[in-house]
Nanobody, 124 residues
Framework: QVQLVESGGGLVQAGDSLGLSCAAS????????MGWFRQAPGKEREFVAAISWSGISAYYADSVKGRFTISRDNAKNTVYLQMSSLKPEDTAVYYC?????????????????WGQGTQVTVSS
């Protein structure tokens, strides 16, 4: 089992930057493919970004490409999401998720572990 805890959410203005962190604990000696998802009120949870175990490969939703950056520090068991040029439509609860494998998937149904989420609100 892996426990994921997100932090760093908050209220910002459009155009601002914000960084999220996801700390993993528990069975962290295994290798996990990691992702960030988000869910706005009344909408389905959607893919935002993902990163390979090595950190070499990163994947982004078209809506955030060029504005968000995902990274990881395996020594700290932490994954990060740096968000810049934030827009009101980025407002959502952001979730960190882990796949119990190193293979790539951007589909939320393929993720085995989830954090509790952190709220990001972008005002116009």
């Amino acid at each position: 089992q892996v426990q994921l805890v997100e932090s760093g959410g908050g209220l910002v203005q459009a155009g601002d930057s914000l960084g999220l962190s996801c700390a993993a604990s528990g069975r962290t000696n295994s290798r996990y493919f990691m992702g960030w998802f988000r869910q706005a009120p009344g909408k389905e949870r959607e893919f935002v970004a993902a990163i390979s175990w090595s950190g070499i490969s990163a994947y982004y939703a078209d809506s955030v490409k060029g504005r968000f950056t995902i990274s990881r520090d395996n020594a700290k068991n932490t994954v990060y999401l740096q968000m810049s040029s934030l827009k009101p439509e980025d407002t959502a609860v952001y979730y960190c998720a882990a796949r119990n494998t190193i293979t790539t998937s951007l589909n939320r149904v393929d993720y085995d572990y989830w954090g509790q989420g952190t709220q990001v609100t972008v005002s116009s």
